[in-house]
């Protein structure tokens, strides 16, 4: 497809997308066709598929967000930059930590940064639990997003450590609340984490998936070791 097919395709998706983060979509999604194979980024074959998929995917349930300038987020997993890199795409002045344990993959987000000129992003290569001991990160951070990073009980463990109090944690999810079992409620509130009814913030709703706010301070011994955390996990089967 063509420059005009891909820019009226993107608008179909999202009408809210300027022309300037449309051209930006559009080389995000190419260079990830491009470095797919080297990295190992991701199953979708086409450019149209990445940006659907990936891209435009990460950006709908958020577009309501209030996001003042110098507020700071995290991608957990952060793969091939889904969904950090859309997000700062479509919030300029949402400054994020990419942060995943995978050399490769963060030699991809550099290159990202650079070729779409994004000082708004600073991918790290490190563990999450480690991270979310570290002082630059422990509970200092606005949002944290996580997609495709694990099932709910382990977003919660590895997410809870880095939100400031009145803080986000947002999972990409079909699934809601209402489908959460007592236990990983139970867990959320160990954490510090309360269910934001109906996805409301400030009268503005987050389209789907699952919404979290940091309500109270996080006990030392979070997160645990990430074989701890994936073994209870499983025990949750959720």
């Not at 990445?50 to 995917?57: A, D, G, Q, S, V």
């Not at 950006?59 to 889904?82: E, K, Q």
């Not at 990073?149 to 809870?160: D, K």
């Not at 996805?199 to 979290?212: C, V």
Request: glycine share 6%; charged share 20%.
């Amino acid at each position: 497809m063509n420059i005009n097919d891909l820019t009226a395709y993107i608008n179909s998706l999202n009408s809210t997308i300027t022309s300037e983060q449309t051209n930006k979509i559009i080389e995000y999604a190419d260079l990830i066709n491009i470095y797919n194979q080297k990295f190992n980024l991701t199953g979708l074959q086409n450019i149209k598929d990445i940006i659907r998929t990936l891209i435009i995917e990460s950006i709908n349930p958020i577009i309501n967000l209030n996001v003042p300038r110098g507020t700071f987020f995290i991608d957990m997993g952060a793969g091939a930059g889904i969904p950090g890199i859309p997000i700062a795409i479509y919030y300029p002045d949402f400054f994020g930590y990419l942060i995943d344990s995978n050399n490769k993959k963060i030699q991809f987000l550099d290159i990202v940064k650079k070729k779409l000129a994004l000082r708004n992003i600073t991918p790290l290569c490190l563990r999450l639990e480690n991270a979310g001991r570290s002082n630059q990160f422990r509970e200092k951070i606005q949002w944290v997003f996580s997609r495709a990073t694990g099932n709910t009980f382990y977003n919660l463990e590895l997410g809870a450590p880095f939100l400031a109090i009145g803080g986000f944690l947002y999972i990409y999810s079909e699934k809601n609340i209402t489908a959460l079992d007592v236990k990983t409620l139970k867990h959320a509130a160990d954490l510090g984490l309360a269910a934001v009814e109906n996805n409301t913030i400030d009268g503005m709703k987050i389209m789907n998936g699952l919404l979290f706010k940091k309500i109270e301070p996080l006990s030392i011994q979070f997160p645990r070791r990430n074989s701890v955390i994936i073994r209870e996990s499983k025990r949750k089967n959720n």
